[in-house]
């Protein structure tokens, strides 16, 4: 009898052993995992809204540089402000947009009731015209709209002939192109995503309750956006629990949007984060269940074979158990995935991808809808070149031959395109 309760006590003790390494190798996992995801959510960020705002600072300086032009016209102010419109509804993340002279008053707008105020002794007056950087995207600190949206804007400077400040063109950012994007992204519902200024305000949040906008992360010692910002890195990933009243502890991934090769004179911070507790509920259920489990094999070691035969059945549950949640969380995975790919196809503006030998790899619906032809005719099979212009064509390979060379960063052109049903149309 005592050999037998030996061998059980040893088998138990085994079994004691393996289920405590697989419990605490799980719980890293289970953090692992969880890492893993918020950092692709930051990331996704970070190219979705870089590329945005990237846009958002190249259409500025478009619509600037022929600002002198089209004021010295009849009407031109009138002219400006329409064609701002159009330009507005092209750009997601620009909801409106702002012409402001060198003596502060705005002389055209998307916002009829803007025009004729003054803003000479406001922020980004004040700011745009110290700096007076023409390669250079100033982005404002938080305000209130006249709509009563929390935001900011990116403004581009105007000089004369000589040099010397002479306005400022502002497009202001869209809250709803945040709410729309965060939202999209969430996945599960203790999940939340923000963005802040550089300077510290948070102008966004998909945290309701309470109201975060407008709170100074700056005023908060040793809160992670400050962790974030002293360390130097583009990305950090940080267990929050110092600035938290209800002492939950938080996982959090803070990515710093860089929207290169633009520049820009302040930057855009964006955290997506959950709470510990639900993130590793299911391994606290999973490991309460073994701990059960174990219990109970304890208790019923006198029954020899029978408890050794529960053990390795209760052992296969739980393996099972593990992987059909790694299935599950997956396929969630593949899901923000899958919304993301929706995002491109439904973009209000043509977008393709090009592969290394210059073929369409991927094109949305609006550029199939543009050029008359299908996903299946264009990728793959043919090149930008191929529905180009003849006219054209030449100066297209230039500058393409110089973009594949590292001659150029960036293509910026505008050339005719001949559609399907033999239509010329003009992009940008």
């Known amino acids: 009898m005592a050999r037998a309760w ?9 079994l004691g052993t393996v ?3 697989y419990v605490a190798n799980d719980y ?4 692992a995992f ?6 692709a959510v930051a990331e996704l960020l970070n190219a979705n809204l870089g590329e945005e705002l990237k846009a958002a600072a190249a259409m500025l300086v478009a619509v600037r540089d022929d600002i002198p032009s089209m004021l010295s016209e009849p009407k ?20 409106a947009m702002v012409y402001v002279d060198a003596n502060g008053d705005v002389t055209a707008s998307t916002i009829p009731a803007l025009l004729g105020k003054n803003y000479r002794e406001g922020e980004r007056y004040r700011t745009i015209k110290a700096g007076s950087d023409p390669g250079v995207s100033y982005l404002s600190a938080p305000f209130t709209t006249l709509m009563g949206n929390y935001t900011v804007s990116v403004g581009r400077v105007l000089l004369d002939g000589r040099g010397r400040f002479n306005g400022y063109l502002l497009g202001i950012l869209d809250p709803q192109r945040f709410d729309n994007l965060f939202n999209a992204l969430l996945y599960a519902p203790d999940m939340r995503i ?4 550089s300077d510290g305000k948070v102008f966004f949040s998909t945290q309701t309750v309470p109201d975060i906008r407008g709170v100074d992360l700056h005023e908060m010692t040793g809160s992670p956006f400050n962790v974030h910002m002293t360390s130097g890195r583009s990305g950090n990933y940080i267990s929050d629990r110092s600035t938290r009243s209800d002492s939950h502890e938080r996982f959090m991934a803070i990515r710093t949007i860089e929207p290169r090769p633009a520049i820009f004179d302040k930057a855009l911070v964006v955290a997506a984060s959950r709470d510990t507790t639900e993130v590793v509920a299911k391994w606290r259920n999973t490991s309460i269940r073994m701990a059960m489990l174990y219990i109970a094999l304890l208790v019923l070691a006198c029954l020899g074979l029978v408890v050794l035969g529960r053990r390795k059945r209760a052992y296969r549950r739980l393996e099972i158990e593990a992987r059909e949640m790694q299935a599950q ?14 995002y491109f ?5 043509g977008a393709v991808q090009l592969g290394p030998a210059g073929f369409f790899e991927l094109a949305n619906h609006c550029y199939c809808d543009m050029t008359g032809y299908s996903a299946e005719e264009l990728l793959g099979k043919m090149k930008p070149s191929d529905i180009t212009h003849p006219e054209d064509v030449q100066s297209e390979r230039g500058l393409m031959d110089s973009f594949w060379s590292n001659k150029l960063a960036e293509l910026d052109m505008e050339k005719r395109i001949l559609t399907k049903d033999g239509r010329i149309i003009w992009v940008h």
Do not use: K, W, Y
Request: net charge positive.
């Open 6 to 14: 030996g061998i059980g006590g040893f088998l138990l003790a085994v």
């Open 19 to 21: 289920l405590g390494v």
């Open 28 to 31: 890293r996992q289970t953090l």
């Open 34 to 39: 969880e890492r893993e995801r918020l950092s």
């Open 76 to 95: 031109g102010h009138e002219r400006l402000s329409h064609r701002m419109a159009i330009i507005c509804e092209g750009l997601p993340l620009v909801r």
């Open 194 to 197: 923000s963005i802040a200024h």
């Open 329 to 342: 969380a997956q396929c969630r995975l593949d899901e923000m995935n899958a919304r993301f790919r929706a």
């Open 345 to 349: 196809e439904n973009m209000s503006t």
